[in-house]
């Protein structure tokens, strides 16, 4: 019996043992990426289709920055200008309505084939047709499907003339033009692949110009060219020896999709990616601390705030609205839930925006925001709920505001949702007060401004779903001040515009502006020449070397 | 003996059983089917998402959502949207993935053995440590070895394991390099490695290229020991439950009586009889984790069906979340049908009957 026993004792443990050896005995391998190869761990699920034409993704505008070539580029010197990037030079006509670029000699695709006017009109033309999400940016100029052929012409092979419909600001054109989808394709590579489509009400042409193909496939002329794209897993870049200006140091740039901050930043750790890019504050924190390890930050033209919409009356009483810019305690977030990831900036136009102000007037101040509500007749405090999407920072950012909000007698209901059910209720004006952020969609001060300062429709019908619309607010001078700003053509006097629009929605809006966003990266201290741009389209990858 | 004899005796009664037990199934599952399209279907409408926002994103002009929303078919009314989607199913016509850009069938080719590799080996090491660990408890009921099984256990019902899974890939990979981070192979062998089954162990051991079987064992290895510890912590406590249910049998004295050692009557004859309700729990605790286990595939960052269903619904992507519930149903009416036949063929009655 005993033996029995004992026997059957030692073989369980040597079964156990067996297994454990077999499970964790893999030896010690301390991982490094190839030198050649620059590896980026990066929440990539967000891309829908590699297609310049269509993509309006965040991190699909970093894949087509490094990717894509554009006729002129954000000037990284000076953010309020655009510099040459295929074009050689342009002129603007007298009349303000005609652009000519001249390309610069000898350019080439990555595929080999020659870089021509032709390739940039044809670009043009399937980014109008095809009419995807980003189209508005060259639409507004009074473009359509019907007239994209004569107002986006090649003259001769290096010369391309684009006609705009009134004359709007040089500065404002140039800068939309700088924007992804105005990125120039191989139109004789995409023409091999284009598909053929039946006409219909809603499409009127007969093929595709390719957008099947470009979905995953590639036809530019970058730093880097696209190998591969596996949606959720991984994209794929190596370097492109045809490229114009500098030759990328490494041959390969490898994003891994990998959600999670804490897993990002033992993979960097370890040193199994070089660089991770969604680091939440106390990751960020560890690696900043680590000897091996360092940060990098830029701000982003992206700002956070919360918006009360003037469907509720007691929202859309004045003085309300300016309470709630008192009852925000800009510094306690700012040194807590925003450490690293965000800076205070109250005003609508990014930092590096052309006209941008810096100036951020308001503070908690409780007894002043008291004194306002008192004004509008609710000394008493009242009722509110607030949508926020769960995660953060927003959820940390709404409970902070919930507190100093309860010190005035304001009862916040915070209702949490996922991110995708907060917007839809958001869009359809269904919300009291709403907390979000806003990504500029093109490097101008027309983006933001046309969003927060104009409502040319204030009815449900409205078409322009502007965040004023969303907020039910109703601004016939604001939305006018806004359109007159695109058409002042001398640079200065239009900085001047917005710096006015800018601190009347300081003084009025609906719209209480916390803080910029900050871009931040850990990376392995032996990268050298990683640096994240002002915006997501220029944090690029080309001049990263590694010792 | 006699089930031999019967055996030979009444083989065609027997087939015949077999058939219409396979008959009732079909109509089973194919009801268990409609029903759960329907379910899936008529779920995926009414959350307050905008399908038409997860396609444009937040960005997208007015004129663009209406014509998207036009394209989706979601202007028509509910019910005939259900009905082409049933028709087009049927077909074989699972629609596109929002989010991939790509069928969804190629999608779920692609995810589903990521997680079976993945679900296989963690109940081969569930089954292959819970069951003698079971075993064990049982027969020295209220041991100390017994209640230490009984912490295991109760670790495992109750630690959240995305928790686990940090703490473990803190330890066997961040401190320990033992293992390799999250994801299914190294960056050097995910170019230069092409997969045939999509079972990455099994392709690279295929190809003979030896170096990449080791790549993928570090990765997989640390994701299936968790799984594994997960469905031992439950087969451990069945075994156990079971076990000692057999031991209090009257056989089992008349065993003992008879002067068999005790290694044959646990092994031999108690754990034979606690093994056909065991293949029911095991095969629940697969069907479990081939369901895809969110939380881990998450954390070590696993592309498998969890991940990409999770992923699209809360991105309303239907057609995937409807594609995925599909292709989870089936393993899941497969492999009770498959238990449900093993149960036959290892419970002597059922051979009789």
């Given at each position: 019996m005993m033996m029995e026993k004992f026997a059957l004792r030692s073989r369980a443990l040597l079964a156990g043992a067996a297994v454990s050896a077999l499970l964790i005995g893999a030896a010690p391998a301390f991982a490094v990426t190839p030198a050649d190869t620059l590896v980026e761990g990066f929440a990539i699920d967000d891309i829908i289709s590699m297609d310049p034409g269509e993509a309006f993704e965040l991190s699909t505008a970093e894949v087509t920055g490094n990717t894509y070539d554009l006729l002129v580029r954000l000037d990284l010197g000076d953010t309020s200008k655009v510099k040459p990037d295929l074009a050689e030079s342009w002129t603007v006509s007298d009349d303000g309505l005609t652009y000519t670029f001249k390309l610069k000699p000898g350019l080439k695709f990555a595929s080999g084939n020659p870089i021509t006017a032709a390739d940039v009109a044809y670009s043009f033309e399937r980014a109008v047709k095809l009419d995807k999400s980003p189209a508005f940016i060259i639409d507004q100029f009074g473009i359509s499907g019907d007239n994209v052929a004569e107002k986006a012409k090649a003259i001769d092979d290096t010369t391309f003339q684009f006609t705009v419909d009134k004359a709007y600001a040089p500065s404002f054109v140039l800068n939309c033009l700088s924007a992804t989808v105005a990125s120039i394709v191989d139109a004789k590579l995409v023409k091999e692949h284009v598909a053929a489509v039946t006409p219909s009400a809603d499409y009127k042409w007969d093929n595709d110009f390719g957008n099947a193909w470009l979905k995953t496939g590639y036809a530019g002329s970058g730093a880097y060219k696209l190998r591969e794209w596996r949606a959720n897993e991984a994209v794929v870049m190596e370097r492109n020896d045809n490229y114009h200006g500098e030759k990328a140091k490494l041959a390969r740039v490898i994003y891994r999709n990998m959600k999670e901050s804490s897993a990002q930043r033992l993979a960097l750790e370890a040193g199994d990616i070089d660089v991770a890019r969604n680091l939440e504050p106390n990751d960020l924190d560890a690696i900043a601390k680590n000897d091996k390890l360092t940060t990098t930050s830029a701000p982003k033209g992206t700002v956070y705030y919360i918006s009360l919409n003037q469907k509720n009356p007691n929202l859309a009483e004045p003085e309300v609205r300016q309470a709630f810019k008192y009852l925000v305690d800009y510094d306690a977030l700012s040194s807590t839930i925003l450490k690293g990831i965000g800076e205070i900036h109250q005003s609508f136009l990014p930092k590096g925006d052309l006209g941008a102000i810096d100036t951020n007037p308001f503070k908690l101040d409780v007894a002043k925001a008291k004194e306002l509500l008192a004004k509008a007749g609710l000394a008493d405090g009242f009722s509110v709920t607030m949508d926020v999407r769960t995660g953060q920072p927003t959820t940390g950012m709404a409970e902070s505001i919930q507190q100093t909000l309860g010190q005035a007698g304001i009862k916040l209901e915070i209702i949490p949702g996922d991110g995708k059910q907060t917007l839809t209720k958001y869009r359809a004006r269904n919300h009291d007060i709403y907390i979000g952020n806003w990504g500029q969609d093109y490097f101008d001060p027309n983006s933001n401004a046309q969003t927060f300062a104009s409502n040319p429709d204030n009815s449900?019908?409205?078409?322009?779903?502007?965040l004023a619309w969303r907020n039910s607010w109703d601004i016939p001078d604001l939305t006018k001040e806004t359109e007159a700003a695109l058409l002042e053509k001398d640079t200065g006097k239009r900085a001047d515009m917005y710096k006015d629009l800018q601190q009347k929605i300081l003084d009025t809006s609906p719209f209480v502006i916390i803080h910029q966003q900050l871009e931040v990266a850990g990376l392995r201290k032996n990268l050298k020449g990683f640096a994240l741009g002002p915006s997501f389209d220029t944090n690029f990858v080309g001049p990263v070397s590694k010792e | 003996m006699s089930a031999v004899e019967n055996e030979s005796g009444r083989g065609s009664a027997r087939a015949v059983a077999i058939a219409s037990a396979i008959g009732r199934f079909l109509v089973i599952a194919v009801t268990t089917y409609l029903g759960l399209l329907a379910v899936t279907f008529f779920i995926g409408r009414v959350i307050?998402?905008?399908?038409v926002l997860a396609v444009l994103g937040d960005r997208a002009p007015a004129n663009v959502v209406e014509r998207t929303r036009r394209e989706m078919g979601l202007d028509l009314p509910l019910i005939e949207q259900f009905y082409i989607y049933v028709k087009n199913a049927l077909s074989g016509d699972f629609g596109t993935s929002v989010?991939?850009?790509?069928?969804v069938m190629t999608d779920i080719r692609r995810a589903f053995p990521a997680t079976i590799e993945l679900a296989t080996l963690g109940t081969l090491i569930g089954s292959f440590i819970g069951v003698p660990l079971g075993v064990l408890a049982a027969v020295r009921r209220g041991s100390i070895i017994d209640q230490i099984v009984r912490i295991i256990g109760l670790i495992g019902y109750s630690v959240p394991i995305f928790w686990l899974g940090l703490l473990a890939l803190v330890l066997f990979y961040a401190k320990l390099q033992w293992v390799a981070f999250p994801a299914r192979l190294d960056v050097v062998y995910e170019y230069t490695f092409t997969p045939i089954t999509g079972f990455y162990l099994l392709d690279s051991a295929m190809q003979g290229q030896w170096d990449v079987f080791w790549d993928a064992y570090r990765h997989i290895v640390l994701p299936a020991s968790l799984l594994g510890y997960f469905s031992l912590a439950y087969i451990s406590r069945m075994t156990r439950s079971f076990m000692l249910n057999e031991l209090a049998q009257e056989y089992i004295v008349a065993a003992r009586a008879k002067g068999l050692s005790e290694r044959r009557i646990i092994w031999a004859h108690a754990l034979r009889n606690a093994a056909v309700p065991m293949v029911t729990v095991i095969a629940l605790s697969y069907a479990n984790l081939l369901e895809g286990s969110v939380l881990t595939e998450t954390v070590f960052s696993w592309p498998g069906i969890g991940l990409y269903i999770t992923n699209s619904l809360q991105n309303a992507d239907m057609n995937a979340v409807l594609g995925g519930t599909i292709a989870i149903g089936s393993v899941f009416i497969g492999i009770n049908l498959l238990s449900d036949l093993l149960y036959r063929v290892l419970d002597p009655r059922t051979k009789a009957g």
């Open positions: 449900d019908a409205g078409k322009s779903h502007t | 307050p998402i905008d399908p989010l991939t850009t790509n069928p």
